[in-house]
């Protein structure tokens, strides 16, 4: 005879999707997530000491939870990207954000009906040349496939 095992549905009830989303979007959790987040970029370099990729895995999602949580942060990340336009294209495909995908879907269409690029497109920052271009598709990005060729 099986013993009776308590259901865990409790923590599916304690929230709706609006009560979270009205949760995560307090002021004192938007904060904590904040100072989580730099500490992730903190520890990163330490995490990156040891080898393998850790410092990566670290600091990709301490960027990620300062720029969802910080006003001042995404101000900052525009700056860069103004200043630096390779190197945001590039950090913007990093992250899969949505408006990265529609901005590339825009410069694709412009190319295919003949327009001049946009001045975002010709910009160069002092080290774009260092920056290589983001994958033009998914199925270009490294990983993918096992490290096949279709």
């Not at 390779?86 to 529609?102: F, P």
């Amino acid at each position: 005879m099986r013993a009776a095992v308590p259901e865990a549905t409790w923590l599916v009830d304690m929230f709706t999707r609006a009560q979270f989303r009205e949760f995560r979007r307090s002021k004192p959790v938007r904060s904590a997530l904040f100072v989580l987040g730099l500490l992730l970029i903190l520890i990163s370099p330490i995490v990156g000491a040891i080898p393998g990729p850790g410092g990566v895995l670290v600091l990709i999602p301490g960027l990620a939870l300062t720029l969802q949580n910080s006003d001042w942060a995404k101000r900052q990340y525009v700056r860069f990207k103004k200043w630096q336009p390779k190197a945001g294209r590039l950090t913007d495909w990093g992250l899969r954000r949505r408006s990265a995908k529609r901005r590339e879907a825009v410069r694709k269409m412009r190319e295919e009906i003949g327009c001049p690029p946009s001045p975002e497109d010709r910009a160069e920052g002092p080290i774009a040349s260092l920056i290589p271009n983001p994958p033009a598709k998914a199925s270009d990005a490294p990983g993918e496939n096992g490290g096949r060729a279709n």
